[in-house]
């Protein structure tokens, strides 16, 4: 995994740094203040994917903090609450959440606090206390709302998709910056945004934002097109093939 990524970034550098020699991105880096690209904009999902890292790496027009916020496509989530109910554990309550991240995590060249402060935080949804999605919370009191959010962002965590800490943005020299995004195994296909911030005295200054496509090809896309296609005829196929591994493996046994 270190190799392909300091290759990945070394490529990325070599093409960054010939680009500003000849020209080419000057008046761009000029203009905007931050320059940012991802060493691949694909992140393709094969029959063995086990994870993967993609390197984000750019360049500022001088002396500043860089932040980098990684989102996944958005949608629904349920969060049940379970308690026990005449000795059997039943859902008694849940909350229904709009507009969640499938995928989201953070990464600083200094920790958050000490280089905004919150409205700037919140209006642009930096670290998770600052994560917005709206939810059907009924009647319930914020003690309890709060509670179902953090079980949410909890789910999250538990499953690899929302950081737990926040990752480091590294400068090389004053203006180069880089930083490596983990992908896990499980990550959700979609895409995915990828915003660069620059933020100097206490105020993000400049942002640019990078689409990332996350993709299954090959076999498993096309297995994962079939099962949700022909839902009926994948689940027969799948019985057959448990019955016919299972007849295989009983036959080879009464050899032994």
Do not use: C
Not at 27 to 44: E, I, P, Y
Not at 181 to 191: D, E, K, M, Q, S
Not at 231 to 243: E, N
């Amino acid at each position: 995994m270190a190799m392909p990524s300091k290759r990945r970034l070394a490529q990325g550098i070599a093409a960054l740094a010939g680009l500003l020699a000849g020209g080419t991105l000057a008046a761009t880096v000029w203009a905007q203040q931050l320059v940012a690209d991802l060493s691949s904009h694909l992140v393709a999902i094969t029959t063995g994917f086990t994870g993967t890292e993609v390197v984000l790496f750019g360049t500022t027009d001088g002396p500043g903090d860089v932040a980098i916020v990684v989102t996944g496509p958005r949608g629904t989530a349920t969060v049940r609450r379970k308690q026990r109910v005449a000795g059997m554990w039943m859902n008694t309550d849940n909350v229904r959440f709009e507009q969640v991240p499938s995928f989201y995590t953070v990464a600083v060249s200094r920790p958050l606090d000490q280089l905004l402060g919150r409205g700037v935080l919140e209006r642009h949804q930096l670290g998770l206390p600052q994560l917005q999605f709206p939810a059907d919370v009924g009647l319930l009191p914020p003690e309890e709302q709060a509670a179902f959010r953090a079980a949410l962002i909890r789910n999250k965590q538990r499953e690899g998709l929302y950081a737990i800490s926040l990752g480091q943005v590294a400068f090389l020299g004053e203006r180069l910056f880089r930083t490596n995004i983990y992908f896990p195994a499980n990550v959700p296909t979609g895409l995915y945004n990828v915003e660069a911030l620059l933020i100097r005295d206490g105020d993000v200054v400049s942002a640019q934002t990078t689409p990332l496509v996350v993709s299954k090809i090959g076999f498993s896309a096309e297995l994962s097109d079939f099962a949700r296609n022909r839902p009926i005829t994948y689940g027969v196929a799948a019985v057959v093939g448990a019955i016919a591994a299972g007849w295989a493996a009983g036959a080879a046994f009464r050899r032994v």
